[in-house]
């Protein structure tokens, strides 16, 4: 992830030279906060969440925990309780799940709450897509 | 594990686990890991630690792990 930006003050690309050093220095610092996450994932809840003031947060996660040391069916009911959403497990080890109004503060309270998780990558969407189920 | 200064160099790059088996092509970089696809229409997915990454050698991304070690571990999708 480290790039070389120069200081080309005066040349025609210094405005797109430091546009990138700041997002690199973005995916940087995300990088530190929320080590866990799919910095894809990151980005785009937070462009929906600032961009859309009325976006419901919706996402669909795969919640990856270490393979063999936890019961994963537990965690499984744990998620339940928590969304009332049921979520399906793929390799043993990964929990998928949809959700709605999960920002970047739930996902954080969620790797909080579970110090167990290993990785969460998936996708946000920009409306929940249950809603266009046939 | 050997230092990588670039770790965007090594996205499409193979992989390689110790006992020399192809683990698939690195398909995204992450802070704490490397995610590894493996097949066309539905890759199998492995989330690899980078401190299982023993050195980036000519191109081929060289793991201190066996193929069987990735497989029960790392596979995640």
Request: hydrophobic fraction near 35%.
């Amino acid at each position: 992830m480290t790039k070389e930006f120069q200081n080309s003050d005066g040349n025609p690309t210094s405005r797109a030279n430091k546009i990138k050093k700041m997002y690199y220095e973005l995916l940087q610092e995300s990088a530190i906060l929320y080590p866990k996450v799919d910095q894809k994932l990151l980005i785009d809840i937070l462009k929906f969440e600032t961009t859309y003031k009325d976006w419901e947060g919706s996402v669909m996660l795969k919640i990856v925990y270490p393979a063999d040391r936890f019961d994963i069916e537990k965690k499984k009911d744990w998620i339940y309780s928590r969304y009332q959403r049921i979520p399906s497990v793929e390799e043993k080890r990964t929990l998928r799940v949809k959700l709605i109004r999960m920002y970047l503060e739930d996902l954080e309270r969620l790797l909080i709450d579970d110090p167990d998780i290993e990785y969460i990558t998936g996708s946000a969407t920009l409306a929940p897509t249950d809603a266009y189920a046939a | 594990m050997s230092k990588i200064e670039d770790w965007q160099a090594l996205i499409n790059k193979p992989v390689l686990s110790i006992d020399e088996k192809e683990i698939g092509v690195v398909s995204d970089v992450q802070p704490l890991h490397i995610i590894v696809s493996s097949g066309p229409v539905t890759p199998n997915k492995y989330n690899i630690p980078k401190k299982s990454i023993s050195k980036f050698e000519n191109g081929v991304v060289y793991l201190s792990s066996s193929q069987k070690e990735v497989s029960d571990n790392h596979e995640f999708e």
